[in-house]
């Protein structure tokens, strides 16, 4: 397989003697050294504080982003995919102690305030789950 026809490129050519990122940038711009430009960069606070409604019930700040079906929010944040509550407490208290999960306190798995949020065991946010799904 030759390289890609670009001089400064030495990735294999696929299409047209260029390698697939020159020939999507000849697709898209008509130029293979045209300069695609990123998606801008937003700080985390700004990623995750847009996406937020801090006008819930009982005080929750709903999360308004991606929701999974199991009722979490998901959020692309400090150069990853984090669920939307651990990266708002991260944001707004700190790093969440090793070895500990955040139980929502609230029972509202897309609430991301920070005061609705407690670092506890696994064992201890199971039985709390427990504990509450029993009360119902």
């Given at each position: ?15 047209r ?24 960069f ?7 504080m ?6 819930g019930?009982g005080?929750?700040?709903l999360?308004?982003?991606?929701v ?23 944001l707004?208290?700190?790093p969440?102690?090793d ?10 798995t897309?609430?991301v305030?920070p005061?609705h949020?407690?670092?506890v ?5 199971i039985?709390?789950r ?7």
């Amino acid at each position: 397989m030759s390289a890609c026809s670009v001089t400064t490129c030495d990735k294999p050519a696929v299409k047209r003697g260029w390698c697939s990122a020159h020939y999507s940038r000849w697709r898209k711009k008509g130029d293979v050294q045209a300069h695609i430009p990123l998606r801008p960069f937003l700080d985390p606070h700004a990623q995750i504080m847009s996406k937020v409604d801090k006008n819930g019930p009982g005080g929750c700040w709903l999360w308004k982003g991606h929701v999974l079906p199991t009722g979490y929010g998901t959020v692309n944040a400090f150069g990853t995919v984090l669920l939307a509550h651990r990266a708002a407490y991260r944001l707004l208290v700190g790093p969440i102690p090793d070895g500990l999960t955040l139980d929502h306190l609230c029972r509202v798995t897309h609430c991301v305030n920070p005061d609705h949020l407690e670092p506890v065991t696994r064992r201890e946010n199971i039985r709390r789950r427990d504990t509450h799904r029993s009360q119902k």
